[in-house]
């Protein structure tokens, strides 16, 4: 019954908006006809301003490592979900529990994905129930760019959020773009494809008056997910059975509204209302004698967020921000007879304010100093869980953060202080934690070349989650944060050749992280009963290279190729002695030595060929590195053509893809087994 609430509601929801349509195109009929004609569209690229110097900040300059996916490069990559280009980004793990509905989290340079700070158009995502962030919630039908910061941004005009992970994802949605003359704009796409796959989305643009603007986007995507895969079983893995996976349908929603604004010559505001909605079946561990599962996961997730930013002069500037996040989240398993019910069923939910207000000085053009101050409220509540806690955090975050830079010279440092208090219903609340994170970072470029050499420092910390310290009786709340320490020393290079080699890119960095006071699950009464401490210690050292170039062979024809490679050695450096003895000394859980990932792109007059590689090398399931454990590694193979084709005043795209070309049967996380070759098609339309 639940389950078909879901798709009939998305399939309301859809119709509605098509119905709507035709409307919002009269609309923008009206509104244009009200407009003076001599009037220019009201060019609402409206990306964040960078306002702290005079020219863009490049990943070549960059003094921490810092990685863009631009409109073009994702396009090229034959991903749909945002994790799937995530993973083309150096030094960064993507957990992935299979398929379209599975769990996604990101982790850069094996700290963790609590780890790693995940922004939304700058203003940073949250979950203080599990510390980490989904992201298969998220597609890249509405992504602009995806920018990828070990350490920290170069931006020191942001939330002091976003200054506080260990590293941070942020992404950037598109924006109002209106030809000459135009006053809306409209995008209707299809795409469909293996195991059920129907993916239909939409995207209204709309210029209200001369400074105000509105855009409205969304998609339903609906999969069946029963996807065949190979099973190896038996003592030595000899036995083989061709299965197919069940219990993994897949049905979402996620709708998006945003108001531009420039109520004045130098300030800019931006207010997005974001709804998202999914019913996921989770399919079981795929063992050969259980792999039964009539578990399923029910989500909604709503937010509204504003962003205020005004040049007030041209030494001071202001920025603001307010927003207000809720989560739901139902988990049910029909199948387990651990309740009275006869079934299990959880209820979550989570709400958040959060406040943010920044202030920029430029003591001169080459230097500036900005003061960021963030404060939220998280809380949780959960139903089928007797006794919980429901806890309230309240935290407050201040950073002052410096940067100075010229042609040959950058360098970036900061402190953050950061002070959280907590309070409870039920039993005992954890301790106030109150902490400081320094960063510091520098570039040089020893000679008239784009040629530097770059260094960077952080301390950083992230809180234990609700988790961690309130679940049953696992939960701890006497734990202390997880500290982090990051060194990273590299260089970097950009080159233009020629007309026909107009760009060269390469970069190369050599890094040490270390975790202390690590938050680990160890038993306690028995093997049953467990509790959460501060016991563990991870050692990495890793080497990230990157490397990029075009060549335009001729008129009309370019040609994209790149290419990036990970070593990590991430070691448990925890107990010598006792319980993890085993362990010590070896790659920790999921994280693979080796491994990277390609792309190359031919533009043509008859369209663009891409090809996308991503690479795997063998990882263990378990702290302990023993052949049991060990997990083969994979490499996934995926083409795709895309044709742009003009009819009437409209501009309309084709574009067809072949996904893990080879069909390799392979997991990400053990037991659970990605999708073989399949294949997309989908169309877009704009009006």
């Given at each position: 019954?639940?389950?078909?609430?879901?798709?009939?509601?998305?399939?309301?929801?859809?119709?509605?908006?098509?119905?709507?349509?035709?409307?919002?195109?009269?609309?923008?009929?009206?509104?244009?006809?009200?407009?003076?004609?001599?009037?220019?569209?009201?060019?609402?690229?409206?990306?964040?301003?960078?306002?702290?110097?005079?020219?863009?900040?490049?990943?070549?300059?960059?003094?921490?490592?810092?990685?863009?996916?631009?409109?073009?490069?994702?396009?090229?990559?034959?991903?749909?979900?945002?994790?799937?280009?995530?993973?083309?980004?150096?030094?960064?793990?993507?957990?992935?529990?299979?398929?379209?509905?599975?769990?996604?989290?990101?982790?850069?340079?094996?700290?963790?994905?609590?780890?790693?700070?995940?922004?939304?158009?700058?203003?940073?995502?949250?979950?203080?129930?599990?510390?980490?962030?989904?992201?298969?919630?998220?597609?890249?039908?509405?992504?602009?760019?995806?920018?990828?910061?070990?350490?920290?941004?170069?931006?020191?005009?942001?939330?002091?959020?976003?200054?506080?992970?260990?590293?941070?994802?942020?992404?950037?949605?598109?924006?109002?773009?209106?030809?000459?003359?135009?006053?809306?704009?409209?995008?209707?796409?299809?795409?469909?494809?293996?195991?059920?796959?129907?993916?239909?989305?939409?995207?209204?643009?709309?210029?209200?008056?001369?400074?105000?603007?509105?855009?409205?986007?969304?998609?339903?995507?609906?999969?069946?997910?029963?996807?065949?895969?190979?099973?190896?079983?038996?003592?030595?893995?000899?036995?083989?059975?061709?299965?197919?996976?069940?219990?993994?349908?897949?049905?979402?929603?996620?709708?998006?509204?945003?108001?531009?604004?420039?109520?004045?010559?130098?300030?800019?505001?931006?207010?997005?209302?974001?709804?998202?909605?999914?019913?996921?079946?989770?399919?079981?561990?795929?063992?050969?004698?259980?792999?039964?599962?009539?578990?399923?996961?029910?989500?909604?997730?709503?937010?509204?967020?504003?962003?205020?930013?005004?040049?007030?002069?041209?030494?001071?500037?202001?920025?603001?921000?307010?927003?207000?996040?809720?989560?739901?989240?139902?988990?049910?398993?029909?199948?387990?007879?651990?309740?009275?019910?006869?079934?299990?069923?959880?209820?979550?939910?989570?709400?958040?304010?959060?406040?943010?207000?920044?202030?920029?000085?430029?003591?001169?053009?080459?230097?500036?100093?900005?003061?960021?101050?963030?404060?939220?409220?998280?809380?949780?509540?959960?139903?089928?869980?007797?006794?919980?806690?429901?806890?309230?955090?309240?935290?407050?975050?201040?950073?002052?953060?410096?940067?100075?830079?010229?042609?040959?010279?950058?360098?970036?440092?900061?402190?953050?202080?950061?002070?959280?208090?907590?309070?409870?219903?039920?039993?005992?609340?954890?301790?106030?934690?109150?902490?400081?994170?320094?960063?510091?970072?520098?570039?040089?470029?020893?000679?008239?070349?784009?040629?530097?050499?770059?260094?960077?420092?952080?301390?950083?910390?992230?809180?234990?989650?609700?988790?961690?310290?309130?679940?049953?009786?696992?939960?701890?709340?006497?734990?202390?944060?997880?500290?982090?320490?990051?060194?990273?020393?590299?260089?970097?290079?950009?080159?233009?050749?020629?007309?026909?080699?107009?760009?060269?890119?390469?970069?190369?960095?050599?890094?040490?992280?270390?975790?202390?006071?690590?938050?680990?699950?160890?038993?306690?009464k028995n093997l049953f009963v467990w509790s959460m401490?501060?016991?563990?210690?991870?050692?990495?050292?890793?080497?990230?290279?990157?490397?990029?170039?075009?060549?335009?062979?001729?008129?009309?024809?370019?040609?994209?190729?790149?290419?990036?490679?990970?070593?990590?050695?991430?070691?448990?450096?925890?107990?010598?002695?006792?319980?993890?003895?085993?362990?010590?000394?070896?790659?920790?859980?999921?994280?693979?030595?080796?491994?990277?990932?390609?792309?190359?792109?031919?533009?043509?007059?008859?369209?663009?060929?891409?090809?996308?590689?991503?690479?795997?090398?063998?990882?263990?399931?378990?702290?302990?590195?023993?052949?049991?454990?060990?997990?083969?590694?994979?490499?996934?193979?995926?083409?795709?053509?895309?044709?742009?084709?003009?009819?009437?005043?409209?501009?309309?795209?084709?574009?067809?893809?072949?996904?893990?070309?080879?069909?390799?049967?392979?997991?990400?996380?053990?037991?659970?087994p990605m999708p073989g070759r399949s294949f997309r098609?989908?169309?877009?339309?704009?009006?």
């Amino acid at each position: 019954m639940e389950k078909r609430r879901y798709i009939y509601g998305f399939r309301r929801l859809l119709g509605a908006l098509m119905l709507l349509m035709p409307s919002f195109v009269m609309l923008a009929d009206t509104t244009a006809s009200l407009l003076p004609a001599e009037k220019d569209s009201l060019h609402l690229h409206l990306k964040d301003i960078e306002i702290v110097e005079n020219f863009s900040i490049r990943e070549v300059r960059s003094a921490a490592p810092a990685q863009r996916l631009g409109k073009a490069e994702l396009e090229a990559l034959n991903v749909k979900n945002l994790s799937d280009a995530v993973k083309h980004f150096a030094g960064v793990v993507v957990k992935d529990y299979g398929g379209v509905g599975g769990l996604k989290t990101v982790s850069i340079r094996s700290l963790g994905a609590q780890h790693t700070g995940v922004s939304y158009d700058g203003i940073s995502l949250s979950d203080t129930q599990s510390g980490q962030i989904d992201i298969s919630r998220f597609s890249l039908d509405n992504v602009e760019a995806l920018h990828l910061a070990n350490g920290q941004s170069e931006q020191i005009f942001c939330t002091a959020r976003q200054m506080a992970s260990a590293g941070l994802l942020d992404i950037q949605t598109k924006a109002p773009n209106f030809e000459a003359g135009r006053r809306h704009r409209a995008e209707l796409s299809l795409g469909a494809g293996s195991f059920g796959l129907l993916n239909p989305a939409f995207r209204w643009e709309q210029q209200l008056s001369e400074r105000y603007a509105f855009s409205l986007n969304g998609e339903y995507t609906y999969t069946h997910g029963r996807y065949p895969y190979t099973l190896a079983y038996g003592a030595a893995g000899d036995s083989i059975a061709h299965k197919r996976r069940s219990n993994s349908q897949v049905s979402s929603g996620r709708l998006e509204a945003e108001v531009y604004a420039r109520p004045g010559k130098n300030d800019e505001w931006r207010t997005k209302f974001y709804y998202y909605q999914s019913y996921r079946e989770l399919p079981n561990a795929t063992t050969f004698y259980n792999d039964h599962q009539e578990a399923d996961l029910s989500d909604r997730q709503a937010f509204v967020q504003s962003k205020y930013s005004k040049d007030i002069n041209e030494t001071w500037a202001l920025k603001a921000a307010l927003k207000y996040q809720n989560n739901y989240q139902r988990y049910k398993d029909e199948a387990s007879l651990a309740t009275e019910l006869g079934h299990k069923e959880y209820i979550y939910r989570q709400q958040e304010w959060y406040g943010n207000l920044s202030l920029l000085c430029r003591l001169m053009p080459q230097w500036s100093i900005a003061l960021n101050n963030d404060a939220a409220i998280n809380s949780m509540q959960a139903e089928g869980l007797p006794g919980f806690a429901e806890p309230v955090r309240y935290s407050l975050l201040s950073a002052i953060a410096s940067k100075y830079q010229n042609n040959f010279l950058t360098a970036n440092a900061s402190l953050l202080g950061q002070w959280v208090k907590e309070k409870v219903q039920h039993g005992q609340a954890a301790q106030d934690f109150k902490q400081l994170s320094p960063y510091a970072s520098i570039s040089v470029k020893p000679w008239n070349e784009e040629f530097y050499l770059r260094a960077f420092f952080k301390n950083s910390f992230r809180l234990p989650s609700f988790n961690d310290l309130y679940y049953g009786s696992v939960g701890n709340t006497d734990l202390k944060p997880e500290k982090a320490w990051q060194y990273n020393v590299g260089l970097t290079w950009a080159k233009h050749f020629s007309d026909w080699m107009p760009s060269t890119y390469l970069t190369l960095d050599a890094y040490y992280n270390r975790i202390e006071d690590k938050i680990v699950a160890i038993p306690t009464k028995n093997l049953f009963v467990w509790s959460m401490m501060n016991l563990g210690r991870v050692d990495i050292h890793g080497l990230d290279a990157a490397f990029s170039t075009t060549f335009v062979p001729a008129a009309g024809y370019r040609i994209d190729m790149s290419a990036n490679y990970t070593f990590q050695q991430a070691l448990d450096r925890t107990q010598k002695e006792g319980l993890y003895g085993k362990v010590y000394g070896h790659q920790i859980a999921y994280t693979p030595r080796h491994s990277g990932s390609g792309q190359l792109s031919l533009s043509t007059p008859f369209g663009q060929l891409s090809y996308a590689l991503i690479v795997s090398g063998d990882r263990y399931v378990l702290g302990q590195n023993i052949e049991a454990n060990r997990l083969e590694g994979y490499s996934d193979h995926s083409i795709s053509y895309m044709k742009q084709i003009p009819w009437k005043h409209c501009q309309s795209r084709l574009k067809l893809e072949v996904l893990n070309l080879l069909n390799q049967n392979y997991a990400v996380i053990k037991y659970f087994p990605m999708p073989g070759r399949s294949f997309r098609m989908s169309y877009q339309i704009s009006l």
